[in-house]
RNA sequence: UCCUCCGUAGCUCAAUGGUAGAGCGAGCGGCUGUUAACCGCUAGGUUACUGGUUCGAGUCCAGUCGGAGGAGCCA
């Protein structure tokens, strides 16, 4: 006998004998008839648990009745439309099978019962059992899913670029050191340096912060390429908008400017709101309901609504003549804070927000110096953009990248790096150079915003944050 | 890393420096085609850790550890 995934006994025709598998999430005791036992029995297929009814004719019976939350059951029995409210359809169980007890129901860490979120985090483990979590789980699986289709769709390839890398030059952050070296015993060279020499790879290596450099080197022959994996950052963040380890999709397209770029991303975010509220719309309106009110209408809104582009410069000027008060001063040439975007995004525009041509002093290197009236942008910016979000903020950071070599070479020396460390990087502006863009865009911010999750752990299955890398 | 707040039952939280409390969850019983069920009873505690002040500390002080919110860094 086969058996069924709860999505599908859901639309399965009553009448017929099904058989569920999955964990009960509740259970409710009748007297009536004789005695009988509602018992709501989830597989992470969808939303809503599926109800079945168990009699006291059932030959275990007096097993059933001491069933708990948590509990792993089989049950086959007939479909029936339900007599109750709450749900359309339901099983008449002939048959509840105990597949695994919980132990000590007493101390179950997810029983029946609200718990915070902060507790949640302590039983990773477990905490996908409760529906916040096994929602967050499809949506955050829909959503990959919808990144890769509309990526394909568009003859973008997914390059795998390297987790590990021996450059010293992604300047995205602090980096997590990849070593085989005994902690115990570091070889030394003859000046009193860590000979790296003698290390797994022979010289100095880290997890990547970023594949950005890497992929370029595939725009430049490919076209159209984008990453999409774990990237890392050592930095002592404490906040709920950033992790150690996170997800990012970074796309580079060639022959392209800095709006194409920006159309790139605002085509993503829409494909990805329309996906998410086609096939995921029984999650979407738990978060509607019980996380964040009007994230349906938001989701729609994206949909509808072209992402807004404005300058840096008029940006600064809207912050500058708004009535709001600010903690830190608005001023040319220093970088928006997270207060300014958000008043942006939240309270000016309403809709995301394309900020570009930021100050060329506070963007990396590789953005591309603008030419002086590009878009009205005074000379010393770079093509940059940041879009920004309501509720999360800043969900991507891109730009158009310096494809002139000698504009790059001075860039690397203004801001006193060294241009042998960037020696194959430069090679693809010697050889055929094209001007070329990319964005990275932050896949668990996607989450938060698509979701209204706050914390940012919350939407990673094991989050890595200072002193969090437990399960 | 900085600022602010917090750490008491399985969970969420109370408790003027003077006997350790409730709700939820759990166990048992009652009632009911139930659905955040309802009613009754029962069990459940090294008050994060270390030290100090005091006749007496969950409460005051110092340090440590852990958590949350905000800031910086950024995605």
Redesign the pocket.
Known sequence: MTWLKIKDAFQAQPGQTVTVKGWVR????????G??S?I?VHDGTCFDPI?A?A?HDLSNYDEV??L??GCSVEITGEL?E??????SV?I?AHQVKVVGW?E??????T?????????L??VAHLRTRTNTFGAVARVRHALAQSIHRYMDELDYYWVHTPIITGSDCEG???MFRVSTLDFCNIPKTDDGEVDFSKDFFGKESHLT??G?LNVETYCCSLSRVYTFGP?F?A??????????????IEPELAFADLHDNIELASGMLRACASDLLERRIDDLEFFDLRIEKGIIDRLKMIVESPVKTITYTDAIKILESCNEKF??EVKWGS????????YLTEKHFKQPVAVINYPKD?K?FYMRLNDSGTDGAPADTVAAV??LVPG???????SQREERLDVLDQRIDEMGLIKDDYWWYRDLRKYGTVPHAG???????LIQFCTGM????DVIPFPR????AEF
């Not at 509740?26 to 008839?33: C, F, H």
């Not at 706050?454 to 752990?457: D, L, S, T």
Request: aromatic letters at 8%; zero cysteines; charged letters at 30%.
């Open positions: 509740t259970k409710r005791d009748s007297k009536a008839d005695g009988l509602f709501a109800q009814v009699r009745s001491k708990n939350t029936v339900s007599q109750g409210k709450g749900q339901e008449q919980v000590d129901p007493d101390t179950y860490p029983s029946n019962k609200r718990h915070s979120f902060e507790y985090r302590e995205a952050g602090e912060v970023s950005q990237t950052r930095e002592n963040s404490n906040t709920s908008r950033h992790l150690a380890e996170f997800w990012m903690d830190y970088d928006m804070q997270s207060e300014h975007e958000r506070i990396a940041d879009i999360v903020g800043e969900l991507v950071g891109g964005y990275g865009l932050g896949f668990e911010r706050q914390n940012i752990r944050a200072p002193r969090q």
